[in-house]
């Protein structure tokens, strides 16, 4: 998860909380496959999948309604 969310940028400032958010929601959106994979076929999802979704899910503070 450390590899796909960055709290600072290139230059070494903060990033907003927003662009951080958009990390986290990208790797929901990006590893959905696995929980539909899971309801159709019954495979599991890896551990640290289940473990990275539910850090970013708690990580997310900006209201979901804003576009991507």
Known sequence: MNNF???MDDLGGERAQ???DSDY?????????????????GESIP????????TARAAVQSPFNVIL
């Open 18 to 20: 927003y662009d951080i």
């Open 47 to 54: 551990d640290e999948i289940k473990q990275n979704r539910s």
């Open 25 to 41: 929601r990208r790797y929901l959106k990006e590893t959905d496959w696995y929980v539909i994979r899971e309801q159709e076929t």
């Open 5 to 7: 969310v960055r709290e």
